[in-house]
C-alpha cells in the first residue's frame, strides 16, 4: 500500500484522537528517547479538543500499489487507515497567556508532527500555514461580533468548527486576544527553523536549546 502526496487537512474529531496521539507520541519519542518520554508530562495528549483551542489533523489518500504505485516508498497503513485515509500529520493552536502578561493573549502554534516516514515532502509546511490561516479566521471572527481583538474588519465564517472555537475563547474574555502567533522549536532542527522563517516568523531569542519566533498578522 502507497500514499498519494495530496494532504487533506481537518479539524480533529474525538473517534481520531487515539490517532493523533500516536503521531504526537512518536515524534516525542524520537526527541527524548523512548526511555525518557514520561506522558505524564504531556496531559493535553490525553485531551487535546479541550486543551486547545483548534487542533487539525492532515491526512493523506491511501491506495492500492496496483493503483497508484511509488516505486520507492511502501508503507504500512496498519491502525491508520479510515476510508482509505492515512492519518500522517497533526498540529494545533493554543492560547498563550504569559507571553504578555495578565491583560493579553495570542495564539501559539504547537504540537507540529509529521510521521517519520512522511517528512521533507512539505506536509509540516502545510500545517502550518493551514493553523496560520485558521488564527488569523478566529480573529476575523471575533472582530465582526466585537469580541476583544487588537485590531478591528473582517469577514464572517459560518463554519461549525469556527463557531466552537468562537465559544471557547469567548469564554476567555475580557483578555485581548493579540494578532500574534509564536512558536519554539529545537534550535538543532535546521529544517524547522527555516520553515517559520520562510512562513514570516521572526526569530525572538534562543534559549535552553530553542528558538522561540513571532509572528505578527
Known sequence: MSCRHAL?????????HHLAKEIIVKGLKERFGEENFDESFNPDLNQLHEAFVYFCVGNVQSVNDHEDSLNDENYSCTNHCNNNQLMIATGGL??????????ECCFRIERVSVLKEFRRRGYASQIVSHLMDVAKQIVAMMDRNNIHTS?????????????EVYEKIEKLQPMKLNRKIVVETDTPWIEAVELY????FTVVCE???????????
Not at 94 to 103: T, V, W
Open 151 to 163: 485590531s478591528s474588519g473582517g469577514v464572517d465564517h459560518g463554519s461549525n468548527v469556527f463557531h
Open 8 to 16: 487533506t487537512i481537518e479539524a480533529l474529531t474525538p473517534n481520531a
Open 94 to 103: 493554543s492560547l498563550d497567556f504569559k507571553y504578555f502578561g495578565k491583560d
Open 207 to 217: 534559549k535552553e536549546g530553542c528558538t522561540h519566533f513571532e509572528l505578527d498578522f
Open 197 to 200: 522563517k520562510k512562513k514570516g
